[in-house]
């Protein structure tokens, strides 16, 4: 759901990201915290989706005022 998946949740925040320009990664020990999060929250599915959105909100924000420069958010 996380990260395996063609409609994964990570995928679909790096096509965001691509679509304002930005190269969106994120590291295996990320996704591991955002896993754990959830599982100790005892959350499923939407709560991975609801950390994930927290986590990446002023990234989110901020994209579309990034310069070339600063084109790539790990």
Known sequence: ILTDSKGSILNSFKEWFLSEGIEFVIEDSAVNMVAHKAIEKGLG???????????????????????KSQSSLY
């Open 45 to 67: 599915a939407r709560g991975l989706h609801s950390i994930l959105d927290e986590t990446l909100l002023n990234a989110q924000f901020e994209a579309p005022s990034l310069t």
